[in-house]
């Protein structure tokens, strides 16, 4: 059993979710997964999260995904926390919670059932199961404005429990449950660096970062003058920033991972494809992706024009 304890004290910062590359026939590109999660692993990350939705884990076999988690384990080499995304019905998260234990992961990160019908004391139960499977410890991912404060605190008293990933923007209800709960568990923001500096008041030790497969700097730029109270500095950061986000989160999220997958291809990171539902972006979305790049001066503007 991983000491929960020091884990839980590992998780202040920033909280990679690392994309899953495919080649061209949509299979998994081992070698630039390697690569993405060394770059991560050796820039100064916190905690690696395969298998989380930038990693789109939604569309990965259960062989694949274990297979995610294996590779990352291996390349990450302890320099950061691997926090493994389990998932789907109950047996399958507790079987994908297993693999993940074997493979050396540090800890599970428990998405958000898939289902049309839930309830609160429903999700505490999955929760349970989940954690009676495993000795590993648990972050849970919140995405919906209907779990409470209350059942927060209920599953705070799980013993494997060491973290919040919260994906709800309500600032309010994030408050309530911190001021409720405490320190007890970590608590991080899981809406990215759109919404860190906001949450870091309300109570955030950290924040989820699908930017950073693209470039670290900013990111922990943005982290160090959230660290020292800096203000000024921090949303200066955050307004470079923007612009990146906002795409991601167009018309639902539905271009996502594209935008970041699209920015990685632009710099030789990855391939650029995804695979359905999700869509490549258009000429004009990929034209706007390669705009941010240049104003981060990491895509010359004659690169820029070539795409055009």
Request: proline share 4%; hydrophobic share 45%.
């Amino acid at each position: 059993m991983r000491d929960r304890a020091t884990i839980r004290e590992r998780m202040h910062g920033i909280h990679a979710i690392p994309v899953t590359p495919f080649r061209a026939d949509l299979t998994i590109d081992e070698a630039a997964l390697s690569a993405n999660v060394e770059r991560m692993a050796s820039g100064g990350m916190t905690a690696l999260y395969p298998c989380g939705n930038t990693g789109e884990f939604y569309s990965l076999t259960h062989a694949e995904a274990t297979a995610v988690v294996e590779l990352t384990v291996r390349q990450t080499r302890g320099r950061a926390l691997v926090m493994a995304g389990v998932g789907y019905d109950t047996a399958t998260a507790v079987q994908l919670a297993k693999a993940a234990e074997q493979a050396g992961a540090d800890g599970l990160m428990v998405h958000q059932p898939v289902h049309p019908f839930q309830s609160e004391r429903g999700l505490l139960a999955y929760y349970e199961a989940i954690a009676a499977g495993t000795g590993l410890p648990l972050v849970l991912y919140i995405r919906s404005e209907h779990v409470s404060a209350a059942t927060l605190a209920a599953a705070a008293q799980i013993p494997q429990v060491v973290g919040v990933k919260y994906a709800v923007n309500h600032l309010p209800s994030f408050a309530e449950a911190v001021s409720r709960i405490g320190s007890r568990i970590a608590w991080i923001c899981g809406t990215a660096e759109m919404w860190a500096p906001f949450f870091w008041a309300a109570g955030a030790v950290g924040f989820t970062s699908g930017m950073v497969n693209v470039d670290t700097t900013l990111s922990k730029a943005m982290l160090a003058a959230m660290e020292q109270g800096n203000k000024m500095e921090t949303m200066r950061i955050w307004q470079l920033l923007r612009p990146f986000e906002v795409m991601r989160e167009q018309r639902g999220s539905a271009n996502n991972i594209s935008v970041v997958k699209e920015a990685m291809a632009q710099l030789g990171l990855d391939s650029g494809y995804v695979r359905p539902p999700i869509a490549p972006l258009t000429v004009q979305e990929r034209l706007a992706v390669s705009e941010v790049l240049v104003s981060w001066g990491l895509l010359e503007e004659q690169q820029q024009e070539r795409r055009a």
